[in-house]
């Protein structure tokens, strides 16, 4: 695995996290249909928030592309963007269960936290997230290939 010169050593750590997870989604790569997708934060929300988040509708969005997922409470939908197609189950599960839990709480404030904190893999999927951000913005470095 090529990595790219001038990461500091966190960053590397998170880069080859983000292609080794890269790899397993390649395995698992079939995408849900929205039926699908809202059952899934239906269960999610069974299992985490006790079924109090009540998911309406779930559906892909192709034209969200500074968020991962939006939610509007009143209506209880919940968009994700089509930029999560592909990755690894545990970082949908986590949009999933961010925006379930916007339905009970709105903002970012430690309440909202705490209430994620049932997820047990939101520092990993927000590190992954994290990692995707970072390395689309590494530049393309001529001759990095070995050419
Ligand atoms: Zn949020």
């Known amino acids: 695995m090529l990595i790219p010169a001038r990461m500091s050593e966190a960053e590397e750590q998170r880069w080859v996290t983000v292609m080794l997870d890269k790899l397993a989604a390649q395995e698992s ?13 239906e269960r999610l929300s ?24 939006s939610c509007t409470p009143a209506e209880g939908s919940i968009r994700l963007s089509h930029r999560l197609q592909g990755m690894p189950e545990y ?7 961010h925006e379930l839990a916007h339905l009970l709480v709105p903002g970012h404030g430690p309440d909202f936290w705490r ?11 927000r590190g992954y997230l994290e990692g995707v951000v970072a390395a689309d913005r590494l530049p393309h470095v001529p001759g990095a290939r070995g050419e």
């Not at 790569?29 to 934060?41: F, N, P, S, W, Y």
């Not at 069974?46 to 997922?69: D, E, H, I, L, M």
């Open 29 to 41: 790569k079939r995408v849900l249909g929205d039926a699908e997708l809202t059952e899934r934060a």
């Open 46 to 69: 069974a299992q985490y928030f006790g079924g109090r988040a009540r998911p309406a509708s779930v559906r892909w969005v192709t034209n969200q592309n500074t968020r991962w997922g």
């Open 91 to 97: 970082v949908v599960d986590y949009v999933l269960c």
């Open 115 to 125: 209430l994620l904190e049932s997820y047990p893999r939101t520092e990993r999927a």
